[in-house]
């Protein structure tokens, strides 16, 4: 790979959540109170080309959220580092320092990213006045030009957010953030909270963007098949750990890790304008919770090809072959059996 854009390197996240009840009362009881951290990412390393989209997948919980917020310099890592541009983003343990601008963020909610008083005009010039990158005078054409880029009419500046339906408003969300010319936009489920017939259009834009921007991108899901168009490379999450990372073609025609293999086995339900379709996937059983992860293999419980070393030895990243990584014992052992 050329010089990463994107660098984590060992990136980890606790959360320290309130004392739970049963806590309380062993304290009030006297008993010994053991401090518990949600950890909702633990150890996870990856690169990102310049021009590269990533896809991260995995299941609600599971750390994309805080791993994007990392990355995007808008939540400091407990350990580990993630460098932008070859310049670390931030420190461990302290607060945002001066925001850096080239990476930006669009979240999954537009109802609740876009203030509801301000104009759209003004939402999108926002940003770039305080960062000097237009002037007042050129704001207009600037706002202009960013709205016709998502789709959008110029007329779009004078309205309000409340007078959009979703998959607009969401991009106005990309509007803003693309008008602050990152390099790299981080995409934190842009579809999710869209109506199915609306996402396959917000997600051409997406594919569009890509095209005619270059930009680098961390597209992240809970589905696999909303990744699969836009992303290059996909990287799969399970508890907080990255279990598989390869090419986006490789993943889906030759999954490696049981989990993706679970992933999968979904249904089409949406057409992309290339004819392609976007899968949904449910997967069995529930996601362990990350305050107490199962020790070993963290998705030992709900894999079928699980033995006796699965639940206590971690299995590592371990590289399989073009570019592909894996971390189960027997993925070898498995390709050859199914
Ligand atoms: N600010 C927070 N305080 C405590 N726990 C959190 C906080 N943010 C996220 N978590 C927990 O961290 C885990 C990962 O969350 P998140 O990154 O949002 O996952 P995802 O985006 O994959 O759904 C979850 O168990 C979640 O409840
Ligand atoms: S290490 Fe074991 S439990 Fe984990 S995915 Fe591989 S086979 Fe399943
Ligand atoms: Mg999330």
């Not at 925001?99 to 999108?124: C, E, H, K, N, W």
Request: hydrophobic share 45%.
């Amino acid at each position: 790979m050329s010089e990463p854009f994107i660098a984590v390197d060992a990136v980890s996240k606790r959360f320290d959540p309130r004392v739970s009840l049963g806590d309380q009362i062993a304290g009030a009881l006297g008993g010994a109170v053991e401090r518990r951290y949600v950890r909702a990412v633990d150890g996870v390393s990856l690169e990102v080309a310049p021009g590269e989209v990533l896809g991260l997948v995995g299941e609600s919980g599971c750390g994309k959220s805080t791993l994007g917020r990392m990355i995007a310099g808008i939540l400091p890592p407990t350990s580990g580092a993630v460098r932008v541009a070859g310049k670390p983003v931030m420190s461990p343990g302290r607060h945002p320092r001066k925001q850096t601008t080239r990476v930006q963020m669009v979240f999954q909610d537009p109802y609740a990213s876009l203030d509801p008083r301000m104009r759209v005009g003004d939402i999108v010039a926002e940003g770039p006045l305080v960062h000097r990158l237009v002037t007042k005078a050129d704001a207009r054409a600037y706002v202009a030009n960013w709205l016709t880029m998502v789709g959008l009419d110029a007329g779009a500046a004078q309205r309000y957010p409340h007078q959009f339906s979703g998959g607009q408003r969401q991009r106005i969300a990309v509007a803003r953030a693309l008008a602050m010319r990152p390099d790299a936009l981080v995409c934190d489920e842009p579809v999710a909270s869209l109506d199915v017939s609306i996402q396959a259009q917000v997600l051409n834009l997406f594919l569009r963007l890509r095209r005619e921007l270059g930009l680098t991108m961390l597209f992240i899901s809970h589905h696999l098949g909303v990744v699969r168009h836009v992303s290059d490379r996909v990287a799969i999450m399970y508890l907080g750990r990255i279990v598989e990372i390869g090419g986006a073609n490789a993943i889906y025609s030759n999954p490696l890790h049981p989990y993706t293999k679970a992933l999968l086995a979904s249904v089409p339900q949406l057409q992309l304008e290339d004819g392609s379709d976007v899968a949904f996937a449910p997967i069995q059983g529930e996601l362990p919770s990350p305050l107490s992860p199962p020790p070993g293999c963290h998705f030992h419980l709900r894999c079928p090809f699980a033995e006796a070393r699965c639940r206590v030895d971690i299995p590592d990243l371990r590289p399989a072959g073009d570019g592909r990584w894996a971390a189960c014992h027997l993925f070898e052992k498995i390709a050859k059996t199914v």
